[in-house]
């Protein structure tokens, strides 16, 4: 039920009754939604409006959003759902004004001449629908920059589709390619977007795990997969394997031996390979190689200019493949979103063919923001898994004390101002193995690393 709000006008009213209604529990009924924002009414007429002083019946929310809450593990025994960790700790670093290391967006900006060209096309009025597929110089540059990188030849015609980001992406592969029942295997800890999709695609996640290995006399601590579970995974109903090189949450890059054996297995049980890429650029001096190198025929690639270019909230991302999966994934895509971003599709294009100096430059600003804040978080006495690659770095909170990384991190901001994000959220239940791991991101300025680490370092047991 909503809460029983005062009238027209009646704004302290309506402010008293939703805290009073949230206040005394974590999930309220307006909360059925996981909005990434902290939720509030908002002060001004136009909400307070929208409320009925009429008693009519509330309307049944339940639908298909409750197959991908449930999918994301955000779903109550009630039907009701979360928000996402990512927006409880974004709501409580803003509430107590610690470091968000949470989620990962960076805080500094994208190439100048990436924005500048944004800027450009906006002025040049750039400003109605795209085509379908995206603007040919940004299918063009996204066929160029595979061949340049990775000398895969694409025809930007058939092989390319520019999508609201690599999220729509991954929905529209998803809702297009996966039937109820199917199986679709991950490696778990995942991006929480698979669970989510595939759920909703009323597919059935198979999960692969990635085991924290901790640090020995000679190696440092990190994820190891052992191929037997690989394998024990798949099967006939296999109708997909999602493989995330450079990976999130863990930062590490899946080896040769491990894309051969997916490709094989992907051949033996005809299933399609999804192959989400995002960080294929901010590599700390190792080589990015792509899933399609080992099954070009069945594989669709994701990347990001969000992610490449330090512009996440433009949403341009893309899928590159075989046309035919491809002309499948617009055949779900056109009714999502059918088209974004019209400005920025030419401006990705004019980042995608900057020198590789700019590339290099940006993965190696990364790698040293990346070096102070493990330093900072070995210091302080977490076992640090070191990421080849990515925004993130995975520390193990035990040598602190920890036993729940969920709790940890909650006590986070009160303890010390700084927030993370618990590696169990990228799980689904059941991972205790995984309990006391924690993940910051790095991909923050100089000045806000600097202040994380001052603080981390004031934490004791
Ligand atoms: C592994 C992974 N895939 C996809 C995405 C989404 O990318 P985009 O911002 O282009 O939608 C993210 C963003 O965090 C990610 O970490």
Redo the contacts with the bound molecule.
């Keep these: 039920m909503r809460p029983a709000l005062g009238g027209r006008g009646d704004v302290a009213s309506v402010h008293g009754a939703w805290h009073a209604s949230h206040a005394s529990r974590p999930h309220g009924p307006t909360d059925h939604i996981p909005f990434d924002e902290p939720r509030c009414v908002p002060v001004g007429s136009a909400s307070v409006r929208l409320v009925s002083s009429v008693s009519s019946p509330v309307p049944d929310v339940s639908g298909p959003w409750q197959d991908a809450a449930r999918g994301a593990a955000l779903l109550d025994a009630d039907g009701r759902g979360r928000p996402t960790i990512f927006a409880e700790m974004s709501a409580l670093s803003l509430a107590t004004g610690a470091v968000n290391l949470g989620q990962?967006?960076p805080d500094y900006a994208g190439p100048q001449e990436v924005l500048d060209a944004a800027v450009a096309a906006i002025r040049a009025g750039r400003n109605q629908y795209p085509p379908g597929r995206g603007v040919p110089e940004l299918l063009d540059a996204i066929a160029e920059h595979h061949d340049r990188f990775y000398g895969i030849a694409l025809d930007p015609k058939t092989d390319v589709l520019v999508?609201?980001?690599?999220?729509?992406?991954?929905a529209a592969i998803f809702l297009a390619l996966v039937r109820p029942g199917d199986e679709v295997v991950c490696f778990e800890p995942y991006?929480d977007?698979y669970g989510a999709d595939i759920a909703r695609a009323g597919g059935v996640q198979v999960n692969v795990p990635l085991r924290w290995r901790p640090a020995t006399l000679t190696d440092a601590a990190t994820f190891v997969l052992d191929p037997a579970d690989l394998r024990a995974a798949c099967s006939e109903r296999t109708r997909m394997i999602v493989v995330?090189t450079p990976?999130?949450?863990t930062g590490t890059i899946s080896r040769d031996s491990t894309l051969e054996l997916i490709a094989e297995l992907a051949r033996a049980h005809n299933a399609i390979v999804v192959s989400?890429e995002?960080?294929e650029h901010l590599m700390f001096g190792v080589p990015h190689h792509p899933m399609a190198w080992f099954a070009p025929e069945r594989t669709l690639t994701?990347?990001?200019?969000?992610?490449t270019f330090s512009v996440?909230g433009w949403?341009?991302?893309w899928i590159t493949g075989p046309a035919e999966l491809i002309d499948a994934v617009i055949g779900m895509k056109q009714w999502l979103t059918y088209v974004n971003g019209a400005p920025f599709q030419p401006a990705i294009a004019t980042g995608l063919r900057l020198p590789d100096a700019v590339y290099t430059r940006g993965a190696d600003e990364l790698r040293d923001r990346r070096d102070l804040l493990c330093s900072a978080l070995s210091e302080v006495g977490f076992e640090v898994a070191l990421p080849d690659a990515?925004?993130f770095v995975i520390a193990d909170a035990a040598p602190l004390g920890a036993v729940d990384g969920d709790a940890f991190c909650r006590g986070l901001p009160e303890r010390c101002g700084v927030v993370a994000i618990p590696v169990t959220a990228f799980c689904a239940p059941g991972r205790d193995d995984l309990a006391t791991l924690v993940r910051f991101a790095y991909c923050k300025s100089d000045d806000t690393l600097a202040e994380a680490a001052r603080r981390l370092r004031t934490l004791t047991r």
Excluded: I, M, Q, R
Aim: hydrophobic residues 25%; proline residues 3%; neutral net charge.
């Design positions: 990962g967006f999508t609201a980001g690599a999220t729509e992406g991954l991006y977007a995330n990976h999130n949450p989400d995002v960080y994701l990347g990001s200019g969000g992610k996440t949403k341009c991302g990515g925004y």
